[in-house]
């Protein structure tokens, strides 16, 4: 099993659509997890952290479930400048160095 | 305040030569990171440093792949003979502190071809 597994996509939804991702996560003592986006051939950007009890900013929503070892992103109210790829992050509690690790990506397409 | 800054932001190289990098950190963040993203794949760690310090480079291939961050300028990832698989797009990232919970800022890439 990969150590952080996405759906690759593409998600392909209307304008004012409500979307979901999620990214499922192999070691249990992953203790900080991001969302980033990336558009295309540029940089990625941190969209949002994800806290143990949730987070809403804006449109997006953020949920964490240790449980079931999972996060996943909400986007409500689809824009057209929300077409990108979307990367879960996870960070480890142990190791030392904090070395993130990087899902390979959700693409989102936002289409008329 | 600029953000992180790397160049040259395009690099093409033949077979055989020699790479190099560079990555700014933002003003005040002492902790770069640098990660190799191939077409249609996710980022893949490469190495972790302070300054004057390699902190973990566990994602550095073992040959031919080196980086420094001297006191003074910027950090470098230095690739000595190129192959074709190693054309990529490479990324710098910077903290101030490393720690789990620490943001990464990403700089725009280096696009590096080998022809």
């Known amino acids: 099993r990969k150590e952080v597994e996405q759906d690759p996509g593409p998600f392909n939804v209307p304008e004012g659509a409500t979307v979901a991702f999620n990214c499922t996560y192999s070691?249990?003592?992953?203790?900080?997890f991001f969302w980033y986006r990336q558009d295309c051939r540029k940089e990625p950007k941190l969209l949002m952290s994800?806290?143990?009890s949730g987070n809403e900013d804006g449109r997006f929503t953020a949920q964490l479930n240790r449980a079931s070892q999972y996060i996943s992103l909400l986007i409500r109210d689809s824009k057209l400048s929300d077409s990108a790829t979307y990367l879960c992050v996870v960070i480890p509690a142990s190791g030392g160095s904090y070395i993130p690790t990087f899902g390979r990506g959700t693409s989102l397409i936002v289409h008329p | 305040n600029a953000g992180v800054m790397q160049n040259p932001r395009h690099l093409v190289r033949r077979r055989g030569q020699e790479a190099r990098l560079r990555c700014s950190p933002m003003k005040g963040h002492s902790h770069v990171y640098w990660y190799r993203q191939l077409p249609e794949e996710g980022l893949k760690f490469m190495v972790y440093?302070?300054?004057?310090?390699?902190?973990?480079e566990s994602g550095m291939p073992k040959e031919r792949f080196s980086a420094e961050f001297p006191k003074e300028g910027p950090s470098i990832l230095r690739i000595q003979q190129v192959v074709r698989g190693d054309s990529a797009a490479y990324f710098c990232?910077?903290?101030?502190?490393?720690?789990?919970?620490?943001?990464?800022?990403f700089g725009p890439g280096t696009r590096l071809t080998v022809l």
């Open positions: 440093l302070q300054k004057e310090n390699i902190i973990d």
């Open positions: 990232a910077s903290s101030t502190q490393g720690a789990g919970t620490d943001t990464q800022y």
């Open positions: 070691n249990s003592a992953s203790q900080s």
């Open positions: 994800v806290y143990s």
